[in-house]
């Protein structure tokens, strides 16, 4: 008897905390329909944060421009080739086995807004793409063993 009457009290809760849930979301789905136009006119309140030069859409996206061949390009995609410079190199496979700070030089050498990392060979680093670094792996003796690349 003392499970049923504990199990009816859990269900019980959980049912009221799903009610205040869905009633919270429609409080704030109401509170912004409100505001967001005028029935009368069809026009935005003016409120401080929402002026007529100032309105902007609630999700915005990427600006979009086009490649010649037809594909989306992003914001993003556009900082990227500003940092990558319009071509240049993505890699440098001529300095395997050279010293991983001589490899640096080098890779300085070309591209000198470049941030260059010399690490061991192994070590745990952020998966996160930049394409104005480049990390350079040695083993125990300092020479490169992989071929270094931008990222």
């Known amino acids: 008897m003392f499970y049923r009457l504990l199990h009816l009290i859990s269900v019980g809760a959980v049912l009221l905390l799903l009610l205040l849930t869905v009633s919270g979301a429609s409080e704030a789905l109401t509170s912004k ?39 989306g390009l992003t914001s993003t995609d556009v900082e990227a080739e500003r940092i990558r410079g319009g071509g240049g ?39 996160d793409f930049r394409l104005d670094r480049v990390r350079i792996f040695v083993d125990e003796e300092g020479k490169v063993v992989g071929t270094p690349r931008k990222g």
Do not use: Y
């Not at 929402?50 to 990427?62: C, E, L, M, V, Y």
């Not at 496979?93 to 260059?116: N, R, W």
């Open 33 to 71: 329909t409100s505001t967001c136009a005028d029935s009368s006119s069809g026009t935005p309140p003016s409120t401080p944060e929402n002026t007529p030069d100032q309105t902007r859409p609630a999700f915005s996206s990427p600006k979009m421009t086009t490649r010649a061949n037809g594909r």
């Open 89 to 127: 190199k993505e890699e440098w496979p001529d300095l395997v086995g050279k010293s991983g700070e001589e490899a640096k030089a080098a890779i300085l050498a070309d591209d000198p807004k470049l941030t260059v990392h010399v690490l061991p060979d192994g070590s745990m680093v952020t998966m």
